[in-house]
């Protein structure tokens, strides 16, 4: 059951919140295909590219998280004068992030990534040493005062130069000033330069790093070492992530454990940045440490069953808090969360109905429906709606009662109601991949079918329909 934080999440309210992220900014690309046969050139494997993707990485990955979290976000680090640099700029303006980087004569530091069958075949990389000027520190501190109202920053180190001592320091001393907090997601073995620091991220690995001695992933020898670094460092709080073990959230005078919210892990790929973003997010909403953790952790579990990189999405986020009305969406709502939908290449599905009384042919039903893609969305007539359609008996229950049963069903993503006699104008915005039908209707009777790319038609489970139900209990009442 999902935990009840003290404060409610308030969505309309998240946009006027600003976080920045200076770190190491990254361009990955990736270049799938098959591979069939090996090179005559020499013995490796020759792959048939087919599919060419581009997403923004290392702290561009964080910021990415929090625009999709529905906060501004601005992206700040050091690119060069080359396409890689161009590539980046237009994945930020898709991903609604505010890049603010300084360019210099360094490559754009990009990943190119060869996948063969979903192996990886090889890597390129495109980096140079950065040698941080004061010039480029003068320049940052610039940037960041043109950011407007900042309420937290983020410092995503990935050991790529962008976050010299100089400059953490610079961007540490800037947020003190101001009264900012800052989040670090540390790399390598110079922590001093995080000093000051609100809350630092390390993991397992990086704690046994930073204190050069082997710490098992157990709560005793996490909570020792946890003490350990905060002797050590003037940092607020330390969160090590666990891998499968969770989380844990240490200060000098407390210590929580989370365990970990994941059902299933695919790919831990991110799953770093999408904690510190979450962290950050909660923190400036005014949520309490403990609250904002949980939040994290609950994101990290939700990425951790994705396959590749992928960002966390607010609607996923609500849904986990609270996994049955969040799923009822506005017009406005769907719109938004078609677009995020599609954007992540999600195949979606939609059917529509009255769903008055809820039977065992309406389960089958959807649960055939929800296995031809990845999204299943319904349109929901209204009481009115239904009244047109059924006579003035109908509905049996109300559309929020029946919205609400729907929503209780695991395969069931999402659910909008309609008040036409027909989906047509729900259709026209949804445009599904695919749009299901049930009973014997031919294609050219299906209204809306022009917005779906297909079209299915589902057979009804024999003996099953609501009208039925209505009239046996109707007969009993008779008798």
């Not at 997403?55 to 906060?71: D, E, K, R, S, Y």
């Not at 004061?134 to 983020?154: C, F, P, R, V």
């Not at 599905?349 to 959807?366: A, K, M, P, W």
């Not at 009244?387 to 999402?414: A, C, Q, W």
Request: include cysteine; proline fraction near 4%; charge should be positive.
């Amino acid at each position: 059951m999902a935990k009840k934080i003290k404060q409610p999440i308030n969505i309309s309210e998240l946009s006027r919140h600003k976080i920045a992220v200076f770190g190491d900014v990254m361009l990955d690309k990736y270049f799938r295909g098959s591979v069939s046969r090996i090179s005559p050139e020499a013995p490796v494997p020759v792959v048939k590219v087919n599919k060419e993707t581009s997403t923004l990485g290392g702290a561009g990955n964080v910021a990415h998280n929090i625009a999709t979290l529905n906060m501004a976000a601005v992206l700040l680090g050091f690119t060069g004068k080359d396409q890689h640099a161009r590539d980046l700029s237009a994945l930020a303006k898709k991903a609604n992030v505010n890049l603010q980087t300084v360019t210099t004569d360094n490559p754009t530091v990009t990943k190119i990534r060869v996948l063969g069958e979903h192996q990886q075949i090889t890597r390129l990389d495109f980096e140079e040493p950065l040698n941080i000027t004061k010039n480029l520190i003068e320049q940052t501190k610039k940037q960041l005062g043109m950011s407007g109202q900042i309420q937290a920053i983020i410092i995503s180190d990935y050991n790529k130069g962008a976050c010299s001592p100089a400059l953490c320091k610079m961007i540490i001393g800037y947020a003190k000033a101001k009264n900012i907090p800052v989040l670090i997601d540390p790399k390598g073995q110079d922590w001093d330069k995080y000093d000051g620091a609100f809350l630092v991220t390390p993991n397992v690995k990086e704690v046994e790093q930073i204190l050069k001695t082997p710490v098992s992933n157990e709560d005793k020898s996490i909570e020792k070492a946890g003490k350990e670094i905060l002797k050590k460092y003037n940092f607020e709080y330390l969160l090590i992530t666990r891998s499968e073990k969770g989380m844990s959230l240490i200060s000098k005078k407390s210590v929580r454990h989370f365990p970990t919210e994941a059902k299933e892990v695919y790919d831990v790929s991110g799953a770093g940045d999408t904690v510190i973003a979450t962290l950050a997010w909660g923190i400036v909403q005014g949520k309490d440490i403990l609250d904002a953790t949980y939040l994290a952790n609950l994101a990290a579990g939700i990425v951790v069953s994705k396959l590749g990189t992928t960002p966390i999405y607010i609607e996923e986020l609500m849904i986990a808090l609270n996994p049955t009305m969040s799923k009822i969406l506005d017009m406005k709502t769907l719109d938004i969360t078609l677009k995020k939908l599609k954007n992540n290449n999600k195949k979606i599905v939609f059917t529509n109905g009255c769903f008055d009384i809820i039977h065992r042919g309406h389960l089958e039903y959807l649960k055939k429906a929800k296995s031809l893609g990845d999204i299943l969305i319904i349109g929901v007539n209204s009481d009115s709606s239904v009244r047109k359609l059924k006579g003035k008996t109908r509905p049996i229950n109300k559309s929020e009662d029946r919205m609400n049963l729907l929503s209780h069903l695991d395969f069931v993503d999402y659910i909008v109601e309609f008040s036409e006699d027909t989906p047509y104008e729900l259709l026209k915005t949804v445009k599904p991949d695919i749009l299901v039908k049930g009973g014997d209707y031919k294609p050219s009777e299906v209204i809306g079918r022009q917005f779906a790319r297909e079209l299915k038609i589902l057979p009804f489970v024999q003996g099953y329909s609501t009208t039925n139900i209505i009239k046996k209990i109707s007969n009993k009442k008779g008798d």
